[in-house]
């Protein structure tokens, strides 16, 4: 009798398993997000409560399936080095998008307008909110994590970041080529971020950061959604291969450039301080989490 439960305990510890069950849950509370965003459109303050409660919500289930189902103990999500890391990440995502633009302000194609009132900065915190918590729980979190627990660091570097950039497909203006941009500049610079830290903070400080000055500073396209006013009114006039076209800057040769270049940094550090883990067939004993 003791055998079936067991066997239902290591099927739903399995990788696979983990990517269905958990991703779908996660995948689902994603769409309330959207829900809570559309029907607060209006009313941004309530808007920014929804997805904070939704936020919680979504880290509250991650833990718990790792608690509970896993029975481990949930490293990436641990809180000692969390304000270090998301404060690094917030600042270096929010450098990066700042450095695109000041670089398209000096070759002439973005130019500042005007200065809209500092409460159209506010709509944007959802936004980003939303994106990075849960964006960076289902593909670093899940489909990255569980990919690495069989097949290693690097294919779950591939794997992850395709994915994630051919999920940007979805948006209104998706493009094939933003997301390839998307699956090698910020597959890599997200991946890389938790490979170093073996932490999500960094990534979803990163993702945060990115989000919410492109939208809410620079009143920017993001990924392909439909732009919104923030801070600055602009103009942009240039090639796509520098401005993004309809996608946004991530479409662009600059955040190709940059963030890669940010990511295989940390991928270099990640792989200098033994941060790279194997495939399970060479690696007996290591548990997924091992630093």
Known sequence: MSAEPKLALRILRSPPARVLLLGFILVLMMSLNTDAMTSYAGEPIKAVLHIIALAISGFAVYVGYALLIEQRTVSELALRRMGRELGIGLLIGAGLYAA??????????????GLNPLSYMVPAIAMALSSSVYEELLFRGVLYGSVEQWFGSWAALVVSSLVFGLSHLLNPQGTLEGALFIA?????????A?????????????????NYTQSAIFSG?????????GLIRSTMNGPDWLTGGNFGVESSVLALLLCTTTGIVMLVMAVKRGRIIAPFWKRPGQPRNAV
């Not at 695109?100 to 307008?113: D, N, P, Q």
């Not at 090698?184 to 890389?192: D, F, Q, R, T, Y």
């Not at 938790?194 to 990115?210: D, E, K, N, P, Q």
Request: glycine share 8%; aromatic share 10%.
């Open 100 to 113: 695109c633009e000041v670089i398209l302000m000096a070759l002439g194609i973005y130019r500042i307008v």
């Open 184 to 192: 090698v500049e910020a597959g890599i610079l997200l991946a890389a």
């Open 194 to 210: 938790y490979m170093l830290t073996r932490r999500l903070w960094l990534s979803i400080g990163f993702h945060m950061a990115w």
């Open 221 to 229: 396209i993001v990924s392909g959604n439909e732009a919104q006013q």
